[in-house]
């Protein structure tokens, strides 16, 4: 089990690019999410998705869209990129209530800097 | 709104400690409280689940404890070692919501 993975693990775009943050998990999750960590704001949830084919926003959506693409993959688009999203970026998978451990399960998070 | 504090913000201690961290949420309606490790520049990891309704959870060296009506969480950390030198964050899941909120973390740092 790979667990949850993104790619790439490091971005630098310039001003007005667009990119795609890709994430996937093998636990057969159904809830999957991206989040952004900023120093001194701690973790914010941007979108999640709760199933295949749902998403929905979190506190910081916008500049960003997302694709639950199948039940393994959820991906974050930067349609044009701004300075205030350099961050980093973490996904982070759910087992249904009671299936496991714990609640959330990360990705290593991709750093993004945006000159 | 949930908000999620943690104090202090940071925590030097010399090696062999015990130490508490220490984590209070705004609303006491939450499902869980989780406790994630994040060393320096890598990703999350998780340490320990309290669900609302138990008390404590343990392992090895760690225990948290949850008090939902005072809206408090505590991490306790024995005979500390260079090793859990890390930024440890505290997060609840509110009632009916999908998504987890975070306090900022406490930058432990366990000296030699």
């Known amino acids: 089990n790979a667990g949850v993975t993104q790619t790439p693990k490091f971005q630098v775009l310039k001003t007005g690019q667009s990119m795609t943050l890709q994430c996937a998990q093998d636990m057969n999750h159904n809830s999957m999410y991206w989040y952004r960590q900023d120093p001194g704001m701690g973790l914010r949830l941007i979108y999640y998705s709760a199933s295949e084919g749902t998403t929905d926003k979190g506190e910081v959506p916008n500049g960003y869209n997302v694709s639950r693409l199948n039940k393994r993959e959820f991906s974050l688009r930067l349609e044009s990129a701004a300075p205030s999203q350099t961050s980093v970026y973490f996904c982070?998978?759910?087992?249904?209530?009671?299936?496991?451990?714990?609640?959330?399960?990360f990705g290593p998070g991709t750093r993004l800097t945006v000159t | 709104k949930q908000e999620v504090t943690q104090i202090p913000a940071a925590l030097s201690v010399p090696e062999g400690e015990n130490l508490v961290l220490n984590c209070s949420f705004t609303?006491?309606?939450?499902?869980?409280l989780q406790w994630f490790r994040q060393d320096p520049g890598k990703g999350l990891t998780s340490l320990l689940l309290?669900?609302?309704?138990?008390r404590e959870q343990t392992s090895g060296r760690l225990n948290a404890s949850l008090d939902k009506s005072s809206g408090r969480s505590t991490l306790y950390i024995a005979a500390s070692q260079p090793g859990d030198s890390a930024t440890y964050l505290c997060a609840v899941r509110p009632e009916g919501a999908q998504k987890l909120v975070f306090g900022q973390g406490t930058r432990l740092t366990i000296n030699p």
């Open positions: 982070a998978s759910r087992p249904k209530r009671g299936a496991s451990v714990y609640e959330q399960y």
């Open positions: 309290i669900q609302s309704s138990q």
């Open positions: 609303d006491s309606a939450i499902y869980n």
